[in-house]
Nanobody
Framework: QLQASGGGLVQPGGSLRLSCAAS????????IGWYRQAPGKEREGVAC????????YHAEAVKGRFTASKEIAKNTAYLQMDSLRPEDTAVYYC??????????????????WGQGTEVTVSS
């Protein structure tokens, strides 16, 4: 089970840190992916962290601004989002899969999803 939290309203240029609390599986053995879906758009992969906690794939649109990480001891993954832009407005989801993993240049569509958390970037 996954539960994302930490969304909210933030001004352009601001920061948010999303959290993804996990339970029911061995957290240190699975990648955690972050995805987002903006109004009227398809869901897209944003960033991913490896099973052991190394940041892996980050979409070009967020490179240098977002960082995915995880604390295995806390069964929690994070998405640190800095320099937020209005185009980052979306519902953000965390997801995982026992048989799929992300790499440095790719991020599959994982099969197990949590509820999303809404991020709005607006002045």
């Amino acid at each position: 089970q996954l539960q994302a939290s930490g969304g909210g309203l933030v001004q352009p240029g601001g920061s948010l840190r999303l959290s993804c609390a996990a339970s029911g599986f061995t957290f240190g053995s699975q990648s955690i992916g972050w995805y987002r879906q903006a109004p009227g758009k398809e869901r897209e992969g944003v960033a991913c962290v490896s099973a052991t906690g190394s940041p892996m794939y980050h979409a070009e649109a967020v490179k240098g601004r977002f960082t995915a990480s995880k604390e295995i001891a806390k069964n929690t993954a994070y998405l640190q989002m800095d320099s937020l832009r209005p185009e980052d407005t979306a519902v953000y989801y965390c997801a995982t899969d026992p048989v799929l993993w992300c790499g440095n240049t790719y991020m599959p569509k994982f099969g197990y999803w949590g509820q999303g958390t809404e991020v709005t970037v607006s002045s």
